[in-house]
């Protein structure tokens, strides 16, 4: 008999349809329905994507039955791995993962997010309602933090900026002319009191990727700040392109090592909203196609968390 290793997947959530975005806000909001301007504006981004379909619940999917094969291909024989979708904000909420782990008889999990840089206020809120009800269900189930510098994270993530600096190439633009700006969603700035290892996680992801490619003018940026009263990690990234622009740079590629799937933040934040100012400020901006179901990525994965069950003691079940 195989033994079976559940794997919870997390990552944020979206609403499955345009119907679905104010109890998915309400959710992100702690229960707080939003006011009629504020779900306006948020149905206002999604529908000027892609018509009020959002794709990235489909890149989810994917992702999570892309991890599945490739544990499954490279496992060896007697152990199966199971993926679970968990989500934040919306349904299969995380704790629905785990449920339905225990349902199919589940005794021993990894579970891993969709995000490779780790802080407390995002991988950690994950890791923490899994491991609750996990023990709740009597499943032993151990936890990949981060995996930010993992040889092939950043191997795939190199080839996608050599990739865009051979367009600019292409058009006229020299390397050296071009700024790459790479950049992650921004948190509270009380993170660094805390010691959260984030920005320091980010901060080495991006200079492993800018050395294996040979990138010598870059900077760290932030992106898609919470409209809260409080400080958040900055500058973002808007600011920053007007004081690029205003140092006389034509040239930038967008990197946003800190999503691995096209989100709102970087369909709608970087493709539309930033591509908006730098057409503005006459700035060719362009980035970097998101990881989502690269078998790059799904091997990056299934490599952590493989790593992960080893160090556990599967049993037969």
């Not at 050599?162 to 921004?186: C, I, M, N, P, Y």
């Not at 320091?200 to 870059?218: F, R």
């Amino acid at each position: 008999m195989s033994a079976k290793i559940g794997v919870l997947v997390m990552s944020y959530g979206t609403p499955e349809s345009l119907e679905g975005v104010e109890a998915y806000y309400t959710h992100i909001r702690r229960g707080n329905p939003p006011s009629a301007e504020q779900l306006k504006e948020l149905k206002d981004r999604y529908e000027a994507i892609v018509g009020g379909v959002f794709p990235l619940r489909e890149n989810t999917d994917r992702q999570v039955e892309a991890l599945q094969a490739a544990l499954n291909r490279d496992s060896g024989e007697g152990i199966e791995y199971v993926c679970y979708q968990g989500l934040k904000h919306a349904h299969p909420f995380i704790e629905d993962g785990v449920e339905a782990m225990a349902k199919d008889g589940i005794t021993q999990a990894v579970g891993v997010v969709l995000a490779p840089h780790y802080s407390v206020m995002s991988v950690g809120g994950y890791i923490k309602r899994a491991q609750q009800k996990a023990e709740e269900s009597g499943i032993e189930m151990a936890f990949v933090e981060s995996y930010h510098l993992h040889p092939e994270l950043i191997d795939v993530l190199c080839r996608r900026v050599s990739a865009k600096l051979d367009q600019f190439e292409e058009t006229g633009a020299a390397r050296g002319e071009v700024r790459v700006l790479f950049s992650a969603h921004s948190l509270p700035e009380r993170i660094l009191a805390m010691g959260d290892p984030y920005r320091d996680q980010l901060l080495e992801t991006s200079e492993a990727v800018a050395a294996k490619a040979g990138v010598t003018s870059w900077q760290f940026t932030w992106q898609s700040a919470g409209r809260t009263a409080e400080p958040w990690l900055g500058p973002d990234i808007l600011d920053t392109l007007r004081e690029l622009s205003e140092t006389q740079v034509k040239y930038v590629l967008s990197a946003p090592v800190g999503f691995v799937s096209d989100h709102l933040e970087v369909l709608y934040d970087l493709d539309i909203e930033a591509q908006a100012l730098a057409s503005e400020l006459d700035l060719r901006l362009l980035r970097i196609e998101s990881l989502n179901s690269d078998p790059a990525y799904m091997s990056v994965l299934s490599d952590v968390v493989r790593t992960k069950a080893d160090q556990m003691k599967v049993s037969q079940q």
